[in-house]
C-alpha cells in the first residue's frame, strides 16, 4: 500500500509534539501473561520489543543531545525540548511494563547490560556522532512505521488486553508526533547527506530483528517451550510476520520512503486514527479509554 500524503510536507502543519506525563495504564493489575490473543509469540514479540525501549530511548536522547547546542531554530530547538521529554516518559512506562516480565524470570538486568554496553561503550567507540544521529533517525523511521502500520490494522491487537494495548497506543501516538525531530537535527545540523542517512539503516534493517529475536529466544526458554516447541514457534511466528497481508509486508512501502531523495518524515502520512485518540483522551484523561476508541477506529 502506498504511505504517501499529498497534504504532508515539512514545511506544512502536522501534529505537535505534547509530551504526556504521569499517565497511569494498570501495569500492575491482573493482566495476563499472553496478553495478546494468548499466543505466546505475538506477545513475546512485542514484550521484547519493550525491553529495547528504557535502553534505546537513552541513547535516542544522547544521540540528538550532541547536537543541541548546533540548532538554531528556536521551532526546532522547542521540538528538541518536547522529543526529550516524550522519550524520559517512555522510558519511565516501559520500565514499570518490564518489572512485570521481570517478575516472570525474564532477566531484563542482563538485557539491559548487553544494550548499555552496545549503546554506550561499543557505538562510541566505533561510530561517530552523526552515525549515532543518524541510527536514531533510522530507529525513529521503523517505530513510526510500525505505529502507524500496526494501528491502522484492527485485527491485529483485537485479542490483546487493553491495558498494554492502551500502552502501545500512547507510545505509538508520540512516536508519530516527534518522528521528524532526530531527521531534522541529523538534516539540518549535522549536514547529513543521502548516503550518511541511508547507510545506517541498512545495517539497522538487519540488527534490530535479530536482536529482538534473541531476547524472544531467551523468553520463550524462561517460559519452559523446549527446542521442538520453540522451532514450531517460530515457523508459525515467521509466517505471521512474513506472509502476503501479515504483519511486516503492509509495511514496506513505507519503510522504503525512507530511501527516496528527498524524503521527509512528514511525507509519509500519521496514523489516520490519530485525532480520534486525541479527542478522547483530551476529554477524559484516560490513556485506556483513549487506546480503546484507537483501536476501535482502525481499519
Known amino acids: 500500500m502506498s504511505h504517501e500524503s499529498h497534504t504532508a510536507s515539512p514545511h506544512e502543519d502536522h501534529a505537535p509534539i505534547v509530551p504526556r506525563e504521569g499517565l497511569d495504564f494498570g501495569l500492575d493489575g491482573d493482566i495476563p501473561k499472553y496478553w495478546m490473543a494468548n499466543d505466546p509469540f505475538k506477545t513475546r514479540f512485542f514484550d521484547a ?21 548546533g540548532v538554531t531554530s528556536p521551532k526546532l530547538q522547542q521540538e528538541v525540548k518536547d522529543f526529550i521529554r516524550q522519550e524520559a516518559q517512555h522510558t519511565l512506562i516501559h520500565r514499570q511494563f518490564n518489572d512485570r516480565l521481570k517478575a516472570q524470570g525474564v532477566d531484563i ?6 544494550l548499555e554496553t552496545m549503546f554506550f561503550v561499543d557505538a562510541p567507540k566505533l561510530s561517530t556522532p552523526t552515525q549515532r544521529l543518524a541510527a536514531t533517525a533510522a530507529l525513529e523511521h521503523l517505530t513510526s512505521m510500525m505505529c502507524t502500520c500496526f494501528f491502522e490494522r484492527k485485527e491485529l491487537l483485537e485479542a490483546s488486553d487493553p491495558r498494554v494495548r492502551a500502552m502501545y497506543a500512547w507510545h505509538a501516538i508520540e512516536e508519530v508526533e516527534h518522528k521528524a525531530v532526530a531527521f531534522d537535527v541529523l538534516t539540518q545540523v549535522a549536514k547529513a547527506g ?14 534490530f530483528p535479530i536482536t529482538v529475536a534473541r ?30 497481508g501479515g504483519l511486516f509486508i503492509p509495511t514496506l512501502g513505507y519503510y522504503m520512503a525512507y530511501y527516496k531523495p528527498g524524503f521527509h518524515p512528514w511525507k509519509v502520512k500519521e496514523m489516520p486514527s490519530y485525532k480520534t485518540w486525541l479527542q478522547v483522551f483530551e476529554r477524559t484523561g484516560d490513556p485506556i479509554a483513549a487506546g480503546n476508541a484507537l483501536h476501535a477506529a482502525g481499519q
Do not use: C
Not at 49 to 69: A, H, N, Q, W, Y
Open 109 to 114: 538486568d542482563d538485557i539491559n547490560a548487553q
Open 49 to 69: 520489543m519493550s525491553t529495547l525501549f528504557p535502553m534505546g530511548e537513552k541513547f535516542f536522547i544522547t544521540s540528538v543531545r550532541e547536537f543541541r547546542d
Open 194 to 207: 543521502y548516503f550518511a542517512r541511508n547507510i545506517p539503516m541498512l545495517g539497522i534493517t538487519f540488527g
Open 215 to 244: 531476547i524472544m529466544n531467551h523468553m520463550f526458554k524462561v517460559d519452559g517451550f523446549n527446542l521442538w516447541q520453540r522451532t514450531k514457534l517460530w515457523a508459525r511466528g515467521l509466517w505471521w510476520f512474513y506472509k502476503p
